[in-house]
């Protein structure tokens, strides 16, 4: 299961909770980076972006940073006007031409994968049959994942943002809704369908790889979350390039602006934008700057 759909998580706030019988609370303990620039000291948490509601990931050294910073950093934005325009973007862009269905369009072997996804995750097939693979491939995933009691509103970026909304914090954003939204729909209809059968393939033959990136994460095990992300897109260079480096190169060159102004950001995005050689913390040590952590 691709780790990088769950950047997306925050589509689907309305899927319907299941009753948890998840244990006790999870102590968690994820990487935390601290950069300083000429004026500004950067922290750098990465997020799961979908979490079971009993994972505590707070520590003396994360909850220090949180109260310091003055301004919080964040993928996008996800305030009402950030979901109007989803909602504007999946309604122009997530169904399907009048008389085309999404079975007729799947190879054999994708759909019986497909059905069989329909019938373990219990989604009603009329509510996807018209539905683009892009946003059929995100409902079946999250949905999935909702069933083993995993909640959208138990990101970690969620959590946070909630902490900045209550102690009246400054917000900044390193993309766009627009920005984000188009990195999901592909242009390209025919690769659509081939990566939608992939997808298909590896929820029903490994349905709860997203496990071991969680257990990665709050081990802080940033070469596993490394080696789990670069896997997952090891055979999509183009995928990784678009999914991950030019976005990281983006995000650095911001920083680095963002690190000459009077400023202590706390910064939630992905963990595996901060993992490996290509990712922001690694950047940034090659740019010059003092960073502490993993």
Excluded: C
């Excluded at 393939?201 to 257990?215: F, S």
């Excluded at 991950?244 to 963990?271: C, P, S």
């Amino acid at each position: 299961m691709r780790p990088f759909r769950f950047l997306f998580a925050f589509l689907l706030a309305a899927v319907p909770a299941f009753a948890s019988d998840t244990p006790g609370n999870v102590q968690a303990h994820p990487a935390l980076w601290a950069v300083h620039g000429k004026a500004g000291t950067a922290y750098l948490l990465g997020a799961i972006h979908i979490l079971p509601p009993n994972i505590d990931w707070h520590s003396p050294q994360i909850d220090a940073a949180m109260n310091t910073a003055d301004t919080f950093v964040f993928e996008v934005p996800t305030d009402d006007a950030a979901m109007a325009t989803m909602r504007t973007f999946v309604a122009a862009h997530g169904s399907l031409p009048a008389g085309q269905t999404l079975p007729s369009l799947l190879p054999p072997a994708a759909l019986a994968d497909y059905n069989y996804l329909l019938d373990k995750t219990q989604i009603p097939p009329a509510n996807l049959a018209d539905k683009k693979p892009w946003l059929a491939d995100l409902v079946l995933q999250v949905t999935a994942l909702v069933r083993e009691h995993f909640d959208p509103n138990s990101g970690i970026d969620k959590q946070v943002i909630a902490f900045a909304t209550a102690h009246g914090k400054s917000f900044r954003y390193f993309e766009t809704i627009e920005q984000q939204l188009a990195l999901i729909a592909p242009a390209d209809s025919d690769l659509e369908i081939k990566e939608f059968a992939v997808d298909l393939k590896t929820m029903r033959e490994e349905p709860l790889t997203i496990d071991d990136l969680v257990a990665a994460w709050e081990h802080g095990d940033v070469a596993k979350i490394d080696r789990l992300t670069n896997t997952e897109l090891a055979k999509e260079p183009g995928a990784k390039k678009v999914m991950l480096d030019d976005r990281n190169k983006a995000w650095v060159a911001q920083l680095k602006g963002m690190l000459a102004e009077n400023h202590t950001y706390f910064i939630t995005v992905g963990a595996a934008h901060l993992a490996g050689t290509e990712g922001v913390p690694s950047l940034l040590r090659k740019e010059g700057y003092k960073v502490e952590g993993p």
